[in-house]
Structure formats: structure tokens, C-alpha cells
């Protein structure tokens, strides 16, 4: 989507400038002074022209995009989920036993390998196989 001149800056814009400048003094472009002054102009700046002022001296492969600063975790967040869900029943289960075997007095079956053991190896395969990670196609939204 290309914006065109004039156009109003949203926050996350700000901050994609405000991140650029930020690598820019690591890697040695600009000074401290200068990227305060220039940070200060982001942070006051209305309109795309006020940004791209700011910058304008600044290597244009530099400047991050949406696609470019967007990153795939390794782990997607459905799968995070789930195992979150899985430690937390299995706890849960793990506790119930060591209460009913203080209750009992002794080690009672450990039946809680039964609810942890299938359902984490279940998840365990999922994850390994890979077949839920593929990168899905994002959806585009055309404004007109």
C-alpha cells in the first residue's frame, strides 16, 4: 500500500523510524545529539513528509517496512497454547496424585501417566512432524 504525501503517521510508524534511527547511531551513521534531535522530530511529526524528512539522509535499504520487521516464531502461538494447557493439567494431575498418596500413606498407581504421557506425545509429534508450522498465506486487505 503505498501512502501517499500528506498523509497522516500512526504510532507504529513513528516507531519503525524511531527503531531505524536507533540502528542507525549503532551502526555509527548519526551521533547522540543527532539522533536525539532527530528523535524528537519523530515523535513531533503529523504527516509522512515530516518522516521522511527525518531520514531522508539515511540509507533507503535501511528503512524497515511491515513485511521486513514482521519474524516467524519457531514455535507457533497455537502450539504455545496448547503446551501451556498440557504443564498446566499435567500439574494439576501430578498434585491431585501426591495428595491422594499423602492422604493414603503410600504411593498409590501413578495414573497421572496416563493424561500426561499421550496427550505429550501427541503434541510432541505434531511439533516434530512439522506439518502445522508451514508459514500460512497472510490475508491482504485491498482499501480502495
Known sequence: MDISTGTRVSDAERQRVADLLARSVGEGRID?????????????????????????????????????????ARIPLWQ??????WLAVGVVNLLIWAAVSLGVGELVYFWPVWVIGPWGAVLVFRMVAGWETRATRPIRAHYR
Not at 536525539?36 to 531520514?55: G, H, N, S
Not at 504455545?80 to 494447557?85: F, M, N, T, V, Y
Open 32 to 72: 547522540l545529539g543527532e539522533y536525539d534531535e532527530r528523535l524528537t522530530r519523530v515523535y513531533a511529526a503529523v504527516t509522512q513528509d515530516d518522516l521522511r524528512i527525518v531520514v531522508a539522509d539515511l540509507p533507503k535499504a535501511a528503512v524497515p517496512t511491515r513485511n521486513s520487521t514482521t519474524t516467524t
Open 80 to 85: 504455545r497454547i496448547e503446551g501451556g494447557a
